[in-house]
């Protein structure tokens, strides 16, 4: 998850951070990490414990079918997958859980996917520059680093950095 995937998320629906966000441990120089008080994190989406353990965002089944529940909104790791670029070229990732025929990769539209994995990587490109901020300051807990997500990105400060 990226700050601004959190924030637009946050933003739309009108929820808190720790509504839909949790930490997973990471290590010191993988991207996005951030500082907290021993050791480094990541914000990732929360599971929903009384479920499944799926992405707190998933629909209960209906006629055998589960959506997203924030589709509009959905993060931009969600909207690119499970497409990756490779030497310019939209491939399938190779650790997809889907089979192969669930894609059809001829009528897969590529300039659609180009422009969302550019935007993911603007995205992220910022995101790194609002992390490194933080680190550069200390960290101390997940609950301090979201709310200095939420502000930067509220007050457009993300985006000057
Ligand atoms: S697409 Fe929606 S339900 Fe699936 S992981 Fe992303 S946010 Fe969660």
């Not at 190779?94 to 001829?106: H, Q, Y």
């Not at 996917?113 to 101390?140: C, F, K, L, Q």
């Not at 990105?153 to 950095?161: N, P, T, V």
Request: hydrophobic share 45%; net charge negative.
């Amino acid at each position: 998850m990226t700050g601004y995937d959190a924030w637009r998320i946050a933003t739309e629906r009108d929820v808190a951070f720790a509504d839909f966000l949790t930490v997973a441990s990471a290590g010191a120089g993988e991207s996005g990490a951030f500082r907290l008080g021993d050791g480094f994190g990541v914000l990732v989406l929360a599971r929903d414990p009384s479920g499944d353990d799926a992405c707190v965002f998933l629909s209960a089944a209906v006629d055998g079918v589960r959506t997203c529940g924030t589709h509009p909104s959905r993060p931009n790791v969600c909207r690119v997958y499970p497409m990756a670029l490779r030497d310019g070229a939209i491939v399938l990732r190779a650790d997809v859980v889907c089979g192969d025929r669930d894609w059809n990769m001829a009528a897969i539209d590529r300039p659609a996917w180009h422009a969302e994995i550019a935007r993911y990587a603007s995205d992220w490109a910022t995101y790194e520059r609002v992390v490194a901020a933080w680190n550069a300051n200390g960290g101390v807990d997940a609950d301090a680093f979201m709310g200095y997500v939420r502000s930067v990105y509220d007050s457009g400060f993300a985006f000057r950095l």
